[in-house]
């Protein structure tokens, strides 16, 4: 590998930062919008369709950032050795990069309920309203919460990058 990780470096933050503004744009504008739709039972399937359409880009940003992390640890793999701060930092994202994972596959099998299930009267994408069916009401609930787990976690792994670039300064390196 060169001593340049721009490549590496570029697909792990490039990757991530589409992961973190889909997922919060999704919770915020496409299920946001999806309450204005006039017809009450095309509500959830319109915010299901938004984010069935964004999953292909979701995953080739989660795959090139994990292909960008999976680079960065090999190539920063010495510095990693010996220090330990940086060392921990790494072993949290990778731990906090699981919970993101699982976050999106089981925000996405919820949308995919929702569309299986649809169509039913609902208040808006991720909001059942007094007459959508228990099952489907159940669902929109859980989807209510967890649209916003991935943004929030994603958003704690961009933190985490800037601090390992703090941590790459060369006093904080010196010190060491």
């Known amino acids: 590998m060169s001593s340049s990780n721009l490549l590496v470096r570029s697909l792990h933050d490039v990757g991530l930062a589409s992961w973190f503004g889909g997922s919060l744009m999704g919770a915020i504008g496409l299920n946001g919008a999806a309450n204005h739709v006039s017809d009450r039972t095309e509500r959830a399937p ?3 369709a938004g984010w069935a359409r964004w999953a292909p880009v979701n995953a080739v940003s989660i795959g090139a950032h ?4 999976i680079g960065l640890i090999v190539g920063n793999r010495k510095r990693l050795g010996h220090q330990g701060e940086a060392r921990g930092n790494t072993v949290v994202k990778a731990a906090l990069t699981g919970v993101a994972l699982a976050s999106t596959a089981y925000s ?3 949308g995919a309920k929702v569309a299986a299930q649809s169509p039913f009267p609902a208040d808006g994408g991720v909001l059942p309203a007094s007459d959508t ?3 489907a009401t159940k669902v929109l609930q859980q989807l209510r919460i967890a649209q916003w787990v991935t943004p929030v976690i994603t958003a704690v792994l961009l933190v985490l990058g800037a601090q390992q ?6 006093g904080r390196i010196l010190q060491r």
């Open 66 to 69: 994990l292909v960008g992390g």
């Open 133 to 135: 069916p228990p099952d």
């Open 46 to 48: 319109v915010a299901a």
């Open 108 to 110: 996405g099998a919820l």
């Open 165 to 170: 670039g703090e941590q790459q300064r060369p």
